[in-house]
């Protein structure tokens, strides 16, 4: 198994400019999220889903959209990017609660700056 | 969900034994607590898992009183290399009906000096 896979692993952009972030698993988690985390600091949820077809905000979705077509991917979208949207961006996955409580399966994260 | 605090930071030397303590106080009757291990540059990665006692596995310890408001996470004879972040949650994991978010605290910054 890959795990949790994130392109790219470092990306620049201009005010202004739009990109997705890509985030793939292959350990068919119906949980999937995004954080990001800026320097010194813990991570804050912007999205997360369910499962195909479902989503919803975390606690930091403004500026951010999301999509979830498949079970393997959810694709984060920068529409028109922002020097407060300069950090860390990390994709995690899980099973949803069977009954025990559920680990997160986080990738390498990307590095994102905007000038 | 469950609001955590720990320490911002701890420094600790090669070879003891490092206890980071969590409060948990509004912890619920479902919620597992659950720690993660940081290094930089990377993504949070799962340590231990517990809901009540003693959890022991090849990495720490978690140590959870009967009340449950509180747990503590144990690294034994730490060394250099377990200079890193780390997470405290508390949660029963997300679900189909509610979503339930989970989320991150500002973590514990723990450094392991020589």
């Known amino acids: 198994n890959a795990g949790v896979t994130q392109t790219p692993k470092f990306q620049v952009l201009k005010t202004g400019q739009s990109m997705t972030l890509q985030c793939a698993q292959d350990m068919n988690h119906e949980y999937m999220s995004w954080y990001r985390q800026d320097p010194g600091m813990g991570l804050r949820l912007i999205h997360y889903?369910?499962?195909?077809?479902?989503?919803d905000q975390g606690e930091v979705p403004n500026g951010y959209n999301v999509s979830r077509s498949t079970t393997e991917d959810f694709p984060l979208r920068l529409l028109s990017a922002a020097p407060s949207q300069t950090s860390v961006y990390f994709c995690?996955?899980?099973?949803?609660?069977?009954?025990?409580?559920?680990?997160?399966?986080f990738g390498p994260g990307t590095r994102l700056l905007v000038l | 969900l469950a609001k955590t605090t720990q320490p911002i930071s701890m420094d600790s030397y090669e070879g003891q034994e490092v206890n980071i303590t969590c409060s948990h106080n509004n912890i619920a009757t479902n919620d597992y607590i659950t720690w993660y291990q940081q290094f930089p540059s990377q993504g949070p990665r799962f340590i231990i898992q517990g809901y009540k006692t003693k959890v022991t596995n090849e990495v720490a310890s978690l140590f959870i009183p009967a009340d449950r408001k509180s747990s503590t996470l144990s690294l034994p004879r730490v060394s250099l290399s377990d200079t890193a972040v780390y997470y405290c949650?508390?949660?029963?994991?997300?679900?189909?009906?509610?979503?339930?978010?989970?989320?991150f605290g500002g973590g514990t910054r723990l450094m392991v000096k020589p």
């Open positions: 995690a996955s899980s099973y949803l609660h069977t009954g025990v409580g559920e680990t997160q399966y």
């Open positions: 889903s369910v499962g195909a077809g479902i989503t």
């Open positions: 949650l508390v949660g029963d994991g997300p679900k189909w009906n509610a979503g339930n978010m989970l989320t």
